[in-house]
T-cell receptor
Framework: ETGVTQTPRHLVMGMTNKKSLKCEQH?????MYWYKQSAKKPLELMFV???????ENNSVPSRFSPECPNSSHLFLHLHTLQPEDSALYLC???????????????FGSGTQLSVL | GESVGLHLPTLSVQEGDNSIINCAYS??????FIWYKQESGKGPQFIID?????DKRQGQRVTVLLNKTVKHLSLQIAATQPGDSAVYFC???????????FGQGTELSVKP
């Protein structure tokens, strides 16, 4: 276990549905991330939060809406997704984004999302 | 833009043999490199990292080698075991604290 828990593990949704992905970290970290992992493509950074403040939005469509109520929890709200959004969505955390000594990310197991 | 790529998408080795997974990076300013292992149905798991002021770093059964001259990174796994079967990703970052840029991954299969 990495200390980063994601729910649900699997999600199937229609294009008109609204759903949310949840991530919780028990590592005392202050930075949290959302990544998208599609087949045969590198991990794509979506959002970064540092001390609950969003510090990066990597040109992600507005149908993905992140929320970080505190340093331990991160959500990704999904609305009117497209079939091409089907992918594994990974949450990660690190001690502090931009720390001089450590960029090591700790990943959750991901949510496998299928959009029909 | 900068990218991190892997030379081979798949690698098959015999159990007990040593494995070498390669990675090429394009940004000579990158100062931090990291290897992750991702097993089926799981998220990436940290293996080992190295900073650009080092050429080699060893962990338990793993060694990372960094050749800055040719911008090449490799992961060596000694005495490969079936449990090592997974996809291995390298990633780089630059300007300390910069975001990690991931490669596509190499799938390692270990034959019994």
């Amino acid at each position: 276990e990495t200390g980063v828990t994601q729910t649900p593990r699997h999600l199937v949704m229609g294009m008109t549905n609204k759903k949310s992905l949840k991530c919780e970290q028990h590592l005392g970290h202050n930075a949290m991330y959302w990544y998208k992992q599609s087949a045969k493509k590198p991990l794509e950074l979506m959002f970064v939060y540092n001390f609950k403040e969003q510090t990066e939005n990597n040109s992600v469509p507005s149908r993905f809406s992140p929320e970080c109520p505190n340093s331990s929890h991160l959500f990704l709200h999904l609305h009117t997704l497209q079939p091409e959004d089907s992918a594994l969505y990974l949450c990660a955390s690190s001690p502090v984004r931009g720390a001089a000594t450590n960029e090591k990310l700790f990943f959750g197991s991901g949510t496998q999302l299928s959009v029909l | 833009g900068e990218s991190v790529g892997l030379h081979l998408p798949t690698l098959s080795v015999q159990e007990g043999d040593n494995s070498i997974i390669n990675c090429a990076y394009s940004n000579s300013a990158s100062d931090y490199f990291i290897w992750y292992k991702q097993e089926s149905g799981k998220g990436p798991q940290f293996i080992i990292d190295i900073r650009s002021n080092m050429d080699k770093r060893q962990g338990q059964r793993v060694t990372v080698l960094l050749n800055k001259t040719v911008k090449h990174l490799s992961l060596q796994i000694a005495a490969t075991q079936p449990g090592d079967s997974a996809v291995y990703f390298c990633a780089e970052s630059f300007n300390q604290g910069g975001k990690l840029i991931f490669g596509q991954g190499t799938e390692l299969s270990v034959k019994p």
